[in-house]
Structures are given as structure tokens and as C-alpha cells.
């Protein structure tokens, strides 16, 4: 069913709305979503702003960063693609409150606007992401950084002693909900810093162990902005909608020191050609498994 919305946006100084400075189109047609937005006469606003779709839980407004786009002169047009049903983590089109745009850390200046009729409280805003943003930029001050299982972390925050067992590495496997745990790592790259942030599980790539962490789409907000376009990626959202999950792991034996972007999915020849044309050139598999000509593992983009 075809849908079309029209978001009136509204320049807010200091969490209060001011005038009006834009618009954003939403278009549903076939299970798609595609979000335009114009925004102009802003100048207090230039760079980089970031793009949040809003949401509420318990009462409370969080903020879900999906791209970011360049405001020049005061002005700005943005389109952002996706699923109806996956707009952003597991919240479906319908579940959005609002659009929201700003630097990502202060509220001084921002447009926002509401697909519903009365007005978002940027009042009680919070960005879910900015509690790891945070985190990350703790660790790009740290040479060394320790990770620890859960129960550690727990032990840790009820004012034990640092945990400080070996632990245990089972036998590699596809059992994707096995976390390892990780002695002291030296961080040197941005794609180190993400495995200091997520669990990690293991994999077998061509029957090599390595280790890799499970994302969502929204996910890549952490990765380098060249990289966000991939957030409205066809492919990559069409796998995710399959596996519900994205695979970043470090590559192995000729590809070992290289870092890759992997989505779930079964091998073959028109799923190849397909791949290609979405920026997925890699195939690498993780099971012996198959169905015909078909092997389940990974399409992926080299990051």
C-alpha cells in the first residue's frame, strides 16, 4: 500500500522550536520507505549534522542515528532508504515519532520535526548512541584495553577485585551466540575499538578460526562516515531481513590483518552477480554444509 507523509521541520535554540526551516518527505509504497528532506534558511547550522529517528520506550525519547549529511550555508537535502518494517533497530516505520537532526553533541542548536500531531519535548531526549560514542572516545586515549565476560563485568561493578582468570576458548563453531573472551589488546585502528564495544563470537572462515561481532544496520553509524551509505545498502538490508544479523570480522590466512563487512547468505551465481553490483565482492564461507550448488557464509565488502 502506498503512503506518503509530509514532516514539517522546525529550527529549535536551546531545546525550544523556533521557526520553520524544511520538510521531509516519507513515501511506503511495497514494504520500502524512502525519507527526502530540504532544509534551508539555518545559518547558525553548517558541517556535519547528524540524521536520528526518534522513538519512544517507557516514556522515555531516544534518538536512533541512521546517516548524516553536510549542512552548507545553512541548507541541506538528505534521502535515506530502508525497510517499513526495519526502519531502525527493530522499530517499524509507524513507531517513529519524529525526525531530528544536530551535531550529536549539544542540543543548542537543531531542527526536528513529529509525524504525529502534538510536539516532541527534545527535553526529554536521549541519544542512545552518545552513551557509546563516549565509550569509544574513552578507549582512543588508552593504549591498552582489558575485556571481560559478563560475569566479570558484574563482579566488577559490585566493587570486587578485577577479574583476572585465563578464560577458557571452546572449539570454533558456527554457534553464533558463543562470546569470546579477549585478553589485553592494543588498539591501534578504528575497527579494533569496535571489537572493544561489541561481544564477540566465533567464526570458521574456509575452516579457519577467526573472531568477528554481530551488528544491526544502525550499527555503522560507528563505522567512518564514508562508510554510512551502506546503512540503506538493498543487499545488505535484504540479508539482515533474512538472518537478522550482519557479520564485521577480521580476515584470515591471505586476507589475515584486513577487515571485512560480511552479509549472511547462501552462495550462488545470480546471488554473485547481484552482490557485485551492491559493492559485496567477497565471498567467504563458513560451513561445509550446502544446499546443491549453494554454501552458507558471508558476502563482503573489505573495510
Not at 522513538?55 to 534521502?79: A, I, W, Y
Not at 525526525?99 to 526536528?112: K, N, P, R, T, W
Not at 520535526?113 to 557509546?132: A, P, S, W
Request: proline share 3%; with cysteine.
Amino acid at each position: 500500500m502506498y503512503k506518503r507523509l509530509v514532516v514539517y521541520l522546525y529550527y529549535y535554540k536551546d531545546r525550544e522550536k523556533k521557526e520553520n526551516c524544511g520538510y521531509m518527505k516519507i513515501h511506503s509504497n511495497n514494504g520500502m520507505c524512502r525519507m527526502d528532506a530540504k532544509i534551508s534558511n539555518v545559518p547558525e547550522l553548517n558541517g556535519e549534522l547528524g540524521f536520528y529517528l526518534l522513538t519512544e520506550t517507557e516514556g522515555q525519547l531516544e534518538g536512533h542515528k541512521v546517516m548524516s549529511g553536510d549542512m552548507k550555508n545553512g541548507s541541506m537535502e538528505l534521502r535515506y532508504e530502508c525497510k517499513c518494517s526495519n526502519v531502525v533497530d527493530t522499530y517499524s516505520i509507524d513507531e517513529i515519532l519524529g525526525v531530528l537532526f544536530y551535531d550529536g553533541e549539544s542540543m543548542q542548536h537543531a531542527i526536528c520535526g513529529t509525524t504525529r500531531i502534538e510536539d516532541v519535548n527534545l527535553y526529554e531526549f536521549k541519544n542512545k548512541k552518545e552513551i557509546h560514542t563516549e565509550e569509544i572516545r574513552t578507549l582512543e586515549d588508552e593504549t591498552t584495553v582489558y575485556e571481560y565476560d559478563e560475569d566479570c563485568l558484574k563482579r566488577k561493578e559490585q566493587g570486587e577485585k578485577e577479574c583476572g582468570e585465563t578464560p577458557e576458548i571452546a572449539e570454533c563453531s558456527m554457534n553464533l551466540e558463543d562470546e569470546v573472551n579477549c585478553h589485553p589488546r592494543t588498539i591501534g585502528v578504528w575497527q579494533e575499538k569496535l571489537f572493544c564495544a561489541f561481544p564477540k563470537v566465533k567464526i570458521c572462515i574456509h575452516e579457519i578460526p577467526t573472531v568477528g561481532i554481530k551488528l544491526k544496520p544502525c550499527d555503522i553509524v560507528w563505522f567512518p562516515g564514508r562508510y554510512w551509505r551502506l546503512s540503506s545498502n538493498q543487499f545488505l538490508l535484504n540479508g539482515y531481513d533474512r538472518y537478522r544479523y550482519l557479520m564485521f570480522f577480521k580476515g584470515v590466512g591471505e586476507q589475515e590483518g584486513k577487515y571485512y563487512l560480511g552479509i549472511p547468505g547462501m552462495f550462488g551465481i545470480q546471488t554473485a552477480m547481484t552482490a557485485k553490483t551492491y559493492g559485496f565482492t567477497d565471498f567467504f564461507s563458513v560451513e561445509e554444509e550446502s544446499k546443491g550448488n549453494e554454501k552458507f557464509g558471508f558476502w563482503c565488502q573489505e573495510t
